[in-house]
């Protein structure tokens, strides 16, 4: 089984909404950091947002500044991604990434992830 497990993602018109979940289930303590990367074939994984476990800080990439918003229950083991005024642009594979260490948001720094969860947003 996958250590994470997202949920959330679908299909939607530009402009709209979605929610996604990640669940840390399979990882050997509570994360450190949590964070969110997404994916389209053939580009590298670039990160979205993640939060840390200590004090809830956060940090985002500046194209989804003002859109999305990572946050995470008061175990630190689910976060949460609010997509909000989505564009085409958005359209990729999302990965729930964690880590027992302080990470930046770099793909390359995380060791647990789950499979992914596919948002598709329509023009």
């Known amino acids: 089984q996958v250590p994470l497990v997202e949920s959330g993602g679908g299909s939607v018109q530009a402009g709209g909404s979605l929610r996604l979940s990640c669940k840390a289930s399979g990882v050997p303590g509570t994360p450190y950091c949590m964070a969110w990367f997404r994916q389209t074939p053939g580009k590298e994984r670039e990160g979205v947002a993640m939060i840390y476990r200590s004090d809830g800080v956060t940090r985002y990439a500046d194209s989804v500044k003002g859109r999305f918003t990572i946050s995470q229950d008061n175990s630190k083991t689910t976060s949460y991604l609010q997509m909000d005024s989505l564009k085409p642009e958005d359209t990729a594979m999302y990965y729930c990434?964690?880590?027992?260490?302080?990470?930046?948001?770099?793909?390359?720094?995380?060791?647990?992830w789950g499979q992914g969860t596919q948002v598709t947003v329509s023009s």
């Open positions: 990434a964690a880590e027992m260490y302080w990470r930046d948001l770099d793909p390359a720094g995380y060791g647990y």
